[in-house]
């Protein structure tokens, strides 16, 4: 299994970015696709999810302003992130899991894209 991120780069505070990840070999052991984040001396975290049958988590924190979205024809996972703040500054990591609300199992993950936000 390989996830490839792109999208990431420098952009300024209000500004957007949209994220992508291609996906490759066989997660058929998953059932769900998100976005997690670490940024410098934090923990990482879960940012966005999307299961296989629709159903979407965001954290708090980005709610209203990022958008989790699926091309299953092109195997692609998107985020879309608009109005981004400072804090938002983080590596951003593909991941393919095992999601059930309660709990979640991260099984694959990419390589990681910078997302720096900064006048």
């Known amino acids: 299994v390989q996830l490839v991120e792109s999208g990431g780069g420098l952009v300024q505070p209000g500004g957007s970015l949209r994220l992508s990840c291609v996906a490759s070999?066989?997660?058929?052991?998953?059932?769900?696709m998100g976005w997690y984040r670490q940024a410098p001396g934090k923990e990482r975290e879960l940012v966005a999810a999307?299961?296989?049958?629709?159903?979407?988590y965001y954290a708090d924190s980005v709610k209203v302003r990022f958008t989790i979205s699926r091309d299953y024809a092109k195997d692609t996972l998107y985020l879309q992130m608009n109005s981004l703040r400072p804090e938002d500054t983080a590596m951003y990591y593909c991941?393919?899991?095992?999601?059930?609300?309660?709990?979640?199992?991260?099984?694959?993950w990419g390589q990681g894209t910078q997302v720096t936000v900064s006048l």
């Open positions: 999307l299961t296989n049958s629709g159903s979407t």
């Open positions: 070999g066989n997660i058929g052991s998953t059932n769900a």
């Open positions: 991941v393919a899991m095992r999601y059930r609300g309660s709990s979640v199992d991260p099984d694959y």
